[in-house]
């Protein structure tokens, strides 16, 4: 996507969320002078057609009335983030806070050496710390794949220890070296990667009637449930990150308000103990 596309997409995913949008506000989000404000705003008028309108020559790009997108529960993680780059420039207080804190500390330089490795299809041999080996052991993995969890950043990699693919925590990472092997096994060969699995969350059957109907409009309006399509190995991830019980009978509100019903059938691999 060229730098003018994503310029008219983050204007998009604005108008969406606020509503309306104008030359001043454009100048605001995207730090452009009037001129360039005034040709933005008229690719946008252009690019939103029929889906947005302005009463005068001077007035907002409003959306219209009863635009599908303006309907629909969806996550605004897009909009805070273009709206928080403005605001980091901007001389006034901010409209949005958000609280969320990264806790997972990565050293570039063994980012760096994941990238190539994977780029390459070749190894790398590393210093890992563990639960079980707090103090690290020598690894040679092979990895295939970054993942951003949202409290950590892992690889999954070919473990020639393990003779089977793993999950590796970055920041569990020490010294790293690239090995001139080539990979013996390829994403492909990753079951639990390739393999996509339904998590049927629902409301938790504890709660009362009224609990639980509030939760579901809530997390999934207008249904009784919301399916989450996951990969197989980063099911256990976002069931912990997302507070969601696997067992009725162990995971008990108020703690857990939210319950994946088909835990069992998915076999213990996805379940947060």
Request: proline residues 5%.
């Given at each position: 996507?060229?730098?003018?596309?994503?310029?008219?997409?983050?204007?998009?995913?604005?108008?969406?969320?606020e509503g309306e949008i104008?030359?001043?506000?454009?100048?605001?989000?995207?730090?452009?002078?009037?001129?360039?404000?005034?040709?933005?705003?008229?690719?946008?008028?252009?690019?939103?057609?029929?889906?947005?309108?302005?009463?005068?020559?001077?007035?907002?790009?409003?959306?219209?009335?009863?635009?599908?997108?303006?309907?629909?529960?969806?996550?605004?993680?897009?909009?805070?983030?273009?709206?928080?780059?403005?605001?980091?420039?901007?001389?006034?207080?901010?409209?949005?806070?958000?609280?969320?804190?990264?806790?997972?500390?990565?050293?570039?330089?063994?980012?760096?050496?994941?990238?190539?490795?994977?780029?390459?299809?070749?190894?790398?041999?590393?210093?890992?710390?563990?639960?079980?080996?707090?103090?690290?052991?020598?690894?040679?993995?092979?990895?295939?794949?970054?993942?951003?969890?949202?409290?950590?950043?892992?690889?999954?990699?070919?473990?020639?220890?393990?003779?089977?693919?793993?999950?590796?925590?970055?920041?569990?990472?020490?010294?790293?070296?690239?090995?001139?092997?080539t990979a013996p096994h390829?994403?492909?060969?990753?079951?639990?990667?390739?393999?996509?699995?339904?998590?049927?969350?629902?409301?938790?059957?504890?709660?009362?009637?009224?609990?639980?109907?509030?939760?579901?409009?809530?997390?999934?309006?207008?249904?009784?449930?919301?399916?989450?399509?996951?990969?197989?190995?980063?099911?256990?991830?976002?069931?912990?990150?997302?507070?969601?019980?696997t067992n009725a009978d162990?995971?008990?509100?108020?703690?857990?308000?939210?319950?994946?019903?088909?835990?069992?059938?998915?076999?213990?691999?996805?379940?947060?103990?």
């Open positions: 996507m060229d730098s003018a596309t994503e310029r008219l997409s983050d204007l998009e995913t604005v108008l969406l969320w104008d030359n001043f506000r454009i100048r605001e989000l995207l730090g452009v002078q009037a001129v360039w404000a005034s040709r933005l705003m008229g690719a946008l008028r252009t690019h939103m057609g029929v889906r947005a309108a302005r009463s005068t020559a001077h007035a907002p790009l409003r959306l219209a009335p009863g635009q599908p997108e303006r309907e629909r529960r969806q996550s605004p993680d897009d909009y805070l983030r273009i709206a928080s780059r403005a605001h980091a420039t901007a001389d006034r207080e901010p409209m949005l806070e958000d609280a969320r804190r990264d806790l997972s500390v990565v050293a570039p330089e063994t980012f760096a050496a994941v990238v190539q490795a994977m780029r390459k299809g070749i190894g790398l041999q590393l210093t890992y710390r563990s639960m079980n080996h707090p103090a690290g052991t020598e690894r040679i993995v092979f990895p295939h794949a970054l993942v951003r969890v949202p409290r950590r950043w892992h690889m999954r990699a070919w473990c020639t220890e393990r003779h089977d693919f793993r999950d590796f925590t970055l920041g569990r990472v020490g010294k790293v070296a690239l090995v001139e092997s390829r994403r492909s060969d990753d079951k639990d990667w390739n393999e996509v699995v339904t998590l049927t969350v629902v409301a938790h059957p504890d709660l009362t009637a009224d609990q639980q109907s509030m939760i579901a409009a809530e997390y999934f309006p207008g249904a009784s449930a919301r399916q989450l399509k996951v990969r197989r190995c980063l099911a256990s991830y976002i069931i912990q990150d997302l507070r969601l019980a162990k995971h008990k509100p108020p703690e857990y308000q939210l319950l994946v019903s088909n835990a069992e059938k998915l076999g213990t691999a996805i379940w947060a103990e």
